[in-house]
């Protein structure tokens, strides 16, 4: 009689700062000087390159509900999805909606013209930073003006957070930012973060 098949073993989706979790929570800094660090997992991200000046990134803006943005440091939001200008010619689309759905419809609006459109969502991870003091936090290890006359809500651009490369975006005028590390580096960052944010706890 063969033997009955049984089920092997599920392998679970870990996120890269899952081991972190806790340590981030318990970083947490409240009041007026607070801050707060958690990641935000498997968000979906979309790499999309395409001529801004042909129809297919016009089909794209209309299928993601807004035009893709033209300058550095724009960002274009409809629903749960957001464009955030990479280059000339290449943007990454941010969206909590279902990675395969995403891409298929950017890739049926480039239809066949010629431009790429690919699901980077295991490239990188989201780290939100938020409070009071979030803009302090980050301007001890970001070279860019972060002071909301250069810099505010709905602001995205490649830069740096201590050593580590990271795509910055302020989502709100908490403030509240996002950063994107490549996954291999997050929990650098994460730590960098956090070391960061200790001082705003102390009396």
Not at 50 to 67: C, E, M, T
Request: with cysteine; charged share 25%.
């Amino acid at each position: 009689m063969a033997e009955p098949i049984t089920a092997g073993p599920v392998a679970l989706r870990t996120s890269p700062l899952a081991h972190l979790e806790e340590r981030m929570r318990a970083a947490a800094v409240p009041g007026s000087r607070g801050v707060t660090l958690a990641e935000l997992p498997f968000l979906t991200m979309v790499n999309v390159r395409v001529d801004p000046a042909s129809d297919a990134a016009d089909r794209i803006g209309r299928a993601l509900g807004a035009p893709l943005p033209r300058r550095c440091g724009d960002t274009a939001t409809h629903g749960d999805r957001t464009a955030v200008w990479l280059g000339p010619d290449e943007w990454l689309v941010l969206s909590r909606a279902d990675a395969g759905t995403v891409t298929t419809e950017l890739r049926e609006a480039l239809r066949g013209d010629p431009g790429s459109v690919v699901d980077v969502s295991a490239n990188r991870t989201t780290l939100e930073l938020s409070g009071p003091s979030a803009r302090e936090v980050l301007e001890k290890g970001c070279p860019l003006d972060l002071h909301p006359r250069a810099f505010g809500p709905g602001s995205a651009v490649s830069t740096t957070v201590g050593p580590i490369a990271v795509l910055l975006w302020q989502t709100d005028d908490t403030p509240t930012y996002r950063l994107l590390p490549r996954s291999s580096f997050a929990d650098y960052l994460a730590r960098w973060l956090m070391d960061a944010m200790s001082e705003y706890g102390r009396p």
